[in-house]
T-cell receptor
Framework: DAGVIQSPRHEVTEMGQEVTLRCKPI?????LFWYRQTMMRGLELLIYFNNNVPIDDSGMPEDRFSAKMPNASFSTLKIQPSEPRDSAVYFC???????????FGPGTRLTVT | LAKTTQPISMDSYEGQEVNITCSHNNIATNDYITWYQQFPSQGPRFIIQ???TKVTNEVASLFIPADRKSSTLSLPRVSLSDTAVYYCLVDTGTYKYIFGTGTRLKVLA
């Protein structure tokens, strides 16, 4: 298995632009997680899905952030409009069951200027 | 916001045993404690998971006291390649999937 796939690996955009991050989880994994990592706040859970249904989105910072999982093999995290404080590394992870180990993707490094 | 705390950094020499402790006072009653390792420019990678007492696998041991308010990751005989950041992950009941602040381990030759 190729593991969790994220794209793009790097994204540089200007403030106010829309940003879409993509994730392909490991096949057969029922849980998908989106995290954000910054120096100041560390690793933070943004949202997670079970069988394509959002379970907990309390970590989504504000309405500018939205996440979807239209099918078991694809998820997106969208920021509209983007702001410089959104600059971070965004990780997607998946796991077979809720308490199982999570398999992380390589991350997307987002820079908003 | 409930959180977990870990030492910011640790240094060790090759061949030594390293113990990293995570404090999680608000851990949920029925949830596991998980530890991850992260190298620069990579996503975290699973090391070990436990619920209580002691768990051991091929790379580490995890010690959890009876009150479960802390946990200690033990890395036996570390090598240079173990230089990384180590995170604990817990569920506090109110907040799920809370990563610790991370401990930056540097292994010296």
């Amino acid at each position: 298995d190729a593991g969790v796939i994220q794209s793009p690996r790097h994204e540089v955009t200007e403030m106010g632009q829309e940003v879409t991050l993509r994730c392909k989880p490991i096949s057969g994994h029922d849980y998908l997680f989106w995290y954000r990592q910054t120096m100041m706040r560390g690793l933070e859970l943004l949202i997670y899905f079970n069988n394509n249904v959002p379970i907990d989105d309390s970590g989504m910072p504000e309405d500018r952030f939205s996440a979807k999982m239209p099918n078991a093999s694809f998820s997106t995290l969208k920021i509209q409009p983007s702001e410089p404080r959104d600059s971070a590394v965004y990780f997607c992870a998946s796991s077979p069951l809720e308490e199982d180990e999570q398999y992380f993707g390589p991350g997307t490094r987002l820079t908003v200027t | 916001l409930a959180k977990t705390t870990q030492p910011i950094s640790m240094d060790s020499y090759e061949g030594q045993e390293v113990n990293i402790t995570c404090s999680h006072n608000n851990i949920a009653t029925n949830d596991y404690i998980t530890w991850y390792q992260q190298f620069p420019s990579q996503g975290p990678r699973f090391i070990i998971q436990g619920y209580k007492t002691k768990v051991t696998n091929e790379v580490a041991s995890l010690f959890i006291p009876a009150d479960r308010k802390s946990s200690t990751l033990s890395l036996p005989r570390v090598s240079l390649s173990d230089t990384a950041v180590y995170y604990c992950l817990v569920d506090t009941g109110t907040y799920k999937y809370i990563f610790g602040t991370g401990t930056r381990l540097k292994v010296l030759a």
